[in-house]
């Protein structure tokens, strides 16, 4: 082969994507995959079947609850997680084959095996069951994602302490579950087994749920629905370890010097995710990697070497497919000599429970910490027609502007279709819409999103239907 104009490392939301964008500018571009299949993660592991797991449970939940709808004898029907983990593994499948089929039809060589860079600059070596095979480029991309964090003092063991992917192939259902950590993992796949009965008991360390990201008044919100629906809380309580118990095995915590005990046949641990620079040959190519292990990049994601750049979840910040995709289509940008940005202050968060948690930008607790002063919308579903009508009433839509110029600094939400309705968020404060500009923009009734609207217009006090 040829000299390649970029070989791509990693074949996950940002790899692939990456990879597609240099074919679509005119690159020849290989594509490294050390999986059989490609799609990273998310795609195989993370996202997608996490998404599948939950729409299955939820149609559940509603068959279940249906009574009132018309659903008669709702409350005796049963569930097969079989048949669910089937569905899962098709929807993997068809999105596997899909990704597979785009970059094939764009001209990109799939090269799978284990990729590492080279003492020698623009040279990735490629292990494999086939043997080694060296690929000679003017342009290398890392993106080779992140790992589960294990805790030290619990390590897996596929059966009783258990990471998400093992929470997402689990054949039957707990009777006990504890999750360790209240991120979007932990109570995504904690509302998948409680809707099918497990008793979820989630411990925290921090005092709210859904980390840094939110506010502490939609992590109230949010907390008390998910009560409602039978997942218990321990916040403040720092893990310790496992025991053996008279019903088998309990997780062990403290809090405030007092020992606590939580007896579970399933122990999902769900405490973060790290970088995945080992087996990358970074020690002796030279590569800098920062306290964390991420590789450190510049403005343009260069690294220390040349003709080397890194995105994802193996650099600094929020591991997010949908910034790795932004830093993808960026990266290839710039490598072939275009103008490639990504504005980080504008991405996107969501946790895919009911109701959804979702935000973007500035929080307001941020705002204030920093001396900002602003103006805060808010909007409470209660008083939404579509959301009475389908039975959708808890949460608020919160948006956060400048005092002084009304613009929109960040939006937060707690709602049935959350993930949905952040995305005009998103567009409208990419353009540096002000909160009247959206509380100008016509809305189609009845719909949840006119909750947004309403927000922005809470924010002058002009409400239409709140007080």
Sequence with gaps: MSQLDLVVIGSGPGGYVAAIKAAQLGLKVALVEKDPVLGGTCLNVGCIPSKALLHSTEVFHQVSHGKKHGLVGGEKVTFDVGAMMTNKDKVVAQLNQGVKFLVSKRGIEIVQGLGRLDKQAGKVLVRSTAGERTLETKNIIIATGSSIVELPFMKFDGETIISSDHGIALKGVPEKMVVVGSGAIGLELGSVWARLGSQVTVVEMLPSIGGPAYDADVAKVAQQAFEKQ?????????????????????????????????????????????????????????????????VVIDDHFRTNLPGVYAIGDVVAGPMLAHKAEEEGVAAAEIIAGKAGHVNYNIIPGVIYTD??????????????????????????????????????????????????????????????????????????????????DIARTCFAHPTISESFKEAAMAVSKSSIHSL
Excluded at 243 to 257: F, N, P, Q, V, Y
Excluded at 266 to 282: D, W
Excluded at 357 to 378: D, P, T
Aim: hydrophobic content about 45%.
């Design 230 to 294: 039978g997942i218990k809380f321990e916040l403040g309580a720092k893990v310790t370890g496992v025991k053996k118990s008279a019903g088998g095995m309990a997780l062990t915590a403290e809090r405030d010097g007092k020992p606590l005990e939580f007896p579970a046949d399933k122990i999902l641990v769900a405490v973060g995710r790290k970088a995945n620079t080992q087996g990358l040959g970074a020690a002796e190519a030279g590569l800098k990697l920062d306290e964390r292990g991420r």
């Design 355 to 436: 109701p959804e948690i979702a935000g973007v930008g500035m929080l307001e607790s941020e705002a204030k910490a920093k001396n900002i002063e602003v103006k805060v919308g808010k909007f409470q579903l209660a008083g939404n027609g579509r959301a009475i009508a389908t039975d959708a009433t808890t949460g608020f839509v919160k948006v956060i502007a400048d005092a002084k110029t009304d613009k929109v600094l960040g939006v937060q939400i707690v709602s049935r279709g959350g993930s949905e309705m952040i995305a005009a968020a998103c567009a409208h404060m990419e353009y540096g819409a002000s909160a009247e």
